[in-house]
């Protein structure tokens, strides 16, 4: 007799009023209360009887009631034994349950464990039919009752991680959890081993007791199986994703700074400009920030205006960048100071990658296209070490890719090292991520070479556009008065004056001396020497502007021209004031000497003169035939007349 027939015969015998529905479920009055509609369910499984009160009697109590106890649960008063086979239904392991709900294993025990009925869930995977993941060999057989496909693990819900999961691979898998914490445990253990593995994976729980076998038990269908919303918010594990590039469509950059046909800054990246203290790398982050909020920085933003967040770590907001944001003409109501507050409303400073989720967040609510923070390496979280590229990684990449995700550029103000280095990235303070995540680095300088105090911005990263024929530019701070209602407020306003025929890099070469080439220190004695018998030939003195075009008009660059003077120790003097004023090159006094006692001489030339100093000159050396000096340039020497009266007043006397 199975215990299923053993229940029914009791509730005959004890006068219930039993009704039959299919073969292996009855309908009864329970014994163990006062019923007078059925409420009692009987349900045969493999092995078993599940028994349940709809009433809420327990099902010791029903038992008691009917003269017997939990052994009569089983076909066998011993408990009951599941079978672990292999594909080929060979036994690998039996467990053995008893009626206390103790469990034994035997067989293979050692390594990977098998599923429960593994032949008949290769064959529900192979067919495409719907398996249920279950917690225990019982919950297997309550569904194999109702006619669905079950399996389980054996030695428990903590030890899943030890199941050979393989054969659900591309399945469609309904996981029944128990209601309880264990369950949710398990729960986790099964979205790891089988989330990217199984073609679905769906999370369920009973909709009447604890676990499947109570659900079917209680007459429940499997469609009743009701959502488990633990499981479905929990985060995805890791998983691969392949995306053919067929499947990608290529888009042209969009540049939120671009001149003419070369773009400066894409839009969606990052961005980093680095210099040393004093540059005005922060005014110009002032400057972009005037431009985006108004809609005039030449690029995609043209037209435009977009709300700009800044994110201030040194500088006072109502000292100084509020002050510099006036005198840039940004629109104060675009842009937005940054502060990251607790609940306490107590102000934090940013920290990435922690805050990443907020600033994604204000950027997509406010439409933001640019966001400066000021200075970069200060908002880096306080746990990953600044000067180790793969910590600094975890903060720039994700950064980097919220920059792509909402368009907006994220702009960085970084600082140089004490290096004597000259290549600018190279230069920028912490770990080699900070040149390497952003897609344009800017270097920024202040020229000494400039007698008008004079800056060069060099780019000398742009990942998706050109770089090496990007021209330096040239700019310069000036200062500006701000009305405030407490009076008038001194800042600083960033101003492009052009291109720049000097580079960062050469302005941070000539400050600290590097070692110069031999072509290049036989370059510099050349225009040495020109300088010096020019000068010399016009008394010592001569207007800057004649120099320089007479230099270009030598082949000398007016950068060259300029460090030459310094070198022979030219002084600049200044005539007038403002706009009309004029600047003069002079040789220190005692210099004015003829013009070949400055000329640079091979050692050929060291060797003793046969003539006089005076024939050698009148004979080598020819002279303008209009001003009769000397023609030292070899372009003179051709045409006969020399750079000052090409460009002077004598110019119409040589046509």
Same mark, same amino acid.
């Given at each position: 007799?199975?215990?299923?027939?053993?229940?029914?015969?009791?509730?005959?015998?004890?006068?219930?009023?039993?009704?039959? +529905?299919?073969?292996?479920?009855?309908?009864?009055?329970?014994?163990?209360?006062?019923?007078?509609?059925?409420?009692?369910?009987?349900?045969?499984?493999?092995?078993?009887?599940?028994?349940?009160? +709809?009433?809420?009697?327990?099902?010791?109590?029903?038992?008691?009631?009917?003269?017997?106890?939990?052994?009569?649960?089983?076909?066998?008063?011993?408990?009951?034994?599941?079978?672990?086979?292999?594909?080929?239904?060979?036994?690998?392991?039996?467990?053995?349950?008893?009626?206390?709900?103790?469990?034994?294993?035997?067989?293979?025990?050692?390594?990977?464990?098998?599923?429960?009925?593994?032949?008949?869930?290769?064959?529900?995977?192979?067919?495409?039919?719907?398996?249920?993941?279950?917690?225990?060999?019982?919950?297997?057989?309550?569904?194999?009752?109702?006619?669905?496909?079950?399996?389980?693990?054996?030695?428990?819900?903590?030890?899943?991680?030890?199941?050979?999961?393989?054969?659900?691979?591309?399945?469609?898998?309904?996981?029944?959890?128990?209601?309880?914490?264990?369950?949710?445990?398990?729960?986790? =253990?099964?979205?790891? =081993?089988?989330?990217?593995?199984?073609?679905?994976?769906?999370?369920?729980?009973?909709?009447?007791?604890?676990?499947?076998?109570?659900?079917?038990?209680?007459?429940?269908?499997?469609?009743?199986?009701?959502?488990?919303?633990?499981?479905?918010?929990?985060?995805?594990?890791?998983?691969?994703?392949?995306?053919?590039?067929?499947?990608?469509?290529?888009?042209?950059?969009?540049?939120?700074?671009?001149?003419?046909?070369?773009?400066?800054?894409?839009?969606?990246?990052?961005?980093?400009?680095?210099?040393?203290?004093?540059?005005?790398?922060?005014?110009?982050?002032?400057?972009?920030?005037?431009?985006?909020?108004?809609?005039?920085?030449?690029?995609?933003?043209?037209?435009?205006?977009?709300?700009?967040?800044?994110?201030?770590?040194?500088? /006072?907001?109502?000292?100084?960048?509020?002050?510099?944001?006036?005198?840039?003409?940004?629109?104060?109501?675009?842009?937005?100071?940054?502060?990251?507050?607790?609940?306490?409303?107590?102000?934090?400073?940013?920290?990435?990658?922690?805050?990443?989720?907020?600033?994604?967040?204000?950027?997509?609510?406010?439409?933001?296209?640019?966001?400066?923070?000021?200075?970069?390496?200060?908002?880096?979280?306080?746990?990953?070490?600044?000067?180790?590229?793969?910590?600094?990684?975890?903060?720039?990449?994700?950064?980097?890719?919220?920059?792509?995700?909402?368009?907006?550029?994220?702009?960085?103000?970084? +600082?140089?090292?004490?290096?004597?280095?000259?290549?600018?990235?190279?230069?920028?303070?912490?770990?080699?991520?900070?040149?390497?995540?952003?897609?344009?680095?800017?270097?920024?300088?202040?020229?000494?070479?400039?007698?008008?105090?004079?800056?060069?911005?060099?780019?000398?990263?742009?990942?998706?556009?050109?770089?090496?024929?990007?021209?330096?530019?040239?700019?310069?701070?000036?200062?500006?008065?701000?009305?405030?209602?407490?009076?008038?407020?001194?800042?600083?306003?960033?101003?492009?004056?052009?291109?720049?025929?000097?580079?960062?890099?050469?302005?941070?070469?000539?400050?600290?001396?590097?070692?110069? /080439?031999?072509?290049?220190?036989?370059?510099?004695?050349?225009?040495?020497?020109?300088?010096?018998?020019?000068?010399?030939?016009?008394?010592?003195?001569?207007?800057?502007?004649?120099?320089?075009?007479?230099?270009?008009?030598?082949?000398?660059?007016?950068?060259?021209?300029?460090?030459?003077?310094?070198?022979?120790?030219?002084?600049?003097?200044?005539?007038?004031?403002?706009?009309?004023?004029?600047?003069?090159?002079?040789?220190?006094?005692?210099?004015?000497?003829?013009?070949?006692?400055?000329?640079?001489?091979?050692?050929?030339?060291?060797? !003793?003169?046969?003539?006089?100093?005076?024939?050698?000159?009148?004979?080598?050396?020819?002279?303008?035939?209009?001003?009769?000096?000397?023609?030292?340039? !070899?372009?003179?020497?051709?045409?006969?007349?020399?750079?000052?009266?090409?460009?002077?007043?004598?110019?119409?006397?040589?046509?």
């Amino acid at each position: 007799m199975t215990a299923f027939e053993r229940i029914v015969d009791k509730l005959h015998q004890g006068g219930s009023k039993v009704r039959t +529905h299919g073969r292996n479920r009855v309908q009864a009055t329970c014994p163990a209360h006062d019923d007078r509609n059925p409420s009692l369910s009987v349900t045969a499984i493999e092995g078993q009887a599940l028994v349940h009160c +709809h009433a809420g009697c327990q099902t010791v109590d029903v038992l008691a009631a009917l003269g017997l106890d939990l052994k009569d649960l089983f076909d066998e008063p011993s408990g009951a034994r599941y079978q672990y086979t292999d594909r080929g239904g060979n036994v690998l392991r039996t467990v053995t349950r008893t009626p206390d709900k103790t469990f034994k294993q035997a067989g293979q025990t050692k390594g990977p464990a098998p599923l429960y009925r593994l032949p008949k869930v290769v064959a529900a995977v192979e067919e495409g039919a719907t398996v249920y993941l279950v917690e225990g060999e019982k919950d297997v057989l309550a569904i194999e009752s109702v006619g669905a496909v079950a399996t389980t693990g054996p030695m428990g819900a903590t030890n899943f991680h030890k199941v050979d999961v393989t054969p659900l691979n591309g399945a469609h898998v309904v996981a029944v959890v128990d209601d309880d914490a264990a369950g949710l445990r398990w729960a986790e =253990a099964v979205r790891e =081993a089988l989330d990217g593995n199984a073609a679905t994976l769906t999370f369920r729980k009973a909709k009447v007791g604890k676990d499947a076998a109570d659900h079917v038990a209680a007459g429940c269908t499997l469609e009743q199986l009701e959502l488990q919303p633990v499981i479905e918010v929990a985060p995805p594990a890791r998983r691969a994703r392949i995306t053919w590039a067929s499947q990608i469509d290529p888009e042209p950059v969009e540049w939120v700074w671009r001149e003419g046909d070369a773009g400066r800054i894409p839009s969606g990246s990052l961005s980093v400009a680095a210099g040393h203290e004093g540059t005005g790398k922060s005014t110009f982050g002032v400057h972009l920030t005037a431009q985006v909020s108004n809609g005039t920085l030449p690029g995609c933003f043209y037209g435009q205006p977009r709300t700009v967040f800044y994110v201030a770590i040194e500088d /006072s907001w109502k000292f100084t960048l509020a002050p510099r944001l006036l005198a840039a003409g940004a629109d104060m109501g675009k842009v937005g100071r940054f502060d990251v507050i607790n609940i306490e409303d107590e102000e934090l400073t940013l920290s990435l990658p922690h805050d990443n989720a907020l600033l994604e967040r204000e950027i997509g609510l406010h439409n933001c296209g640019l966001v400066v923070i000021d200075p970069l390496m200060s908002v880096i979280g306080e746990t990953i070490d600044t000067h180790r590229e793969r910590d600094v990684r975890t903060a720039l990449d994700p950064l980097a890719k919220l920059a792509d995700r909402t368009g907006a550029v994220i702009f960085g103000i970084a +600082h140089f090292n004490k290096s004597n280095n000259t290549d600018v990235a190279s230069l920028i303070t912490g770990s080699g991520a900070f040149k390497n995540a952003p897609r344009s680095i800017f270097g920024f300088a202040c020229d000494d070479a400039d007698e008008n105090g004079g800056r060069v911005m060099s780019q000398v990263k742009n990942s998706l556009g050109r770089v090496d024929d990007l021209p330096s530019l040239a700019y310069a701070i000036e200062p500006a008065l701000i009305k405030t209602k407490k009076g008038l407020a001194e800042t600083g306003k960033f101003v492009f004056r052009g291109v720049s025929e000097r580079s960062v890099a050469d302005v941070l070469r000539d400050s600290r001396g590097a070692p110069m /080439s031999t072509d290049d220190v036989e370059e510099r004695n050349e225009v040495d020497a020109w300088l010096t018998d020019y000068l010399k030939a016009d008394s010592g003195s001569a207007p800057a502007a004649v120099v320089l075009k007479a230099a270009r008009a030598a082949g000398f660059s007016e950068d060259a021209t300029k460090k030459s003077r310094r070198r022979i120790k030219a002084a600049t003097v200044r005539l007038g004031y403002g706009k009309g004023a004029s600047y003069t090159w002079r040789l220190p006094m005692g210099a004015s000497m003829g013009a070949m006692d400055a000329r640079v001489r091979t050692p050929d030339s060291m060797a !003793p003169m046969e003539a006089p100093m005076e024939t050698e000159q009148a004979t080598l050396v020819p002279k303008c035939r209009l001003c009769g000096r000397p023609l030292l340039a !070899p372009k003179s020497q051709q045409r006969g007349i020399c750079e000052r009266c090409c460009i002077g007043p004598n110019k119409e006397n040589s046509a």
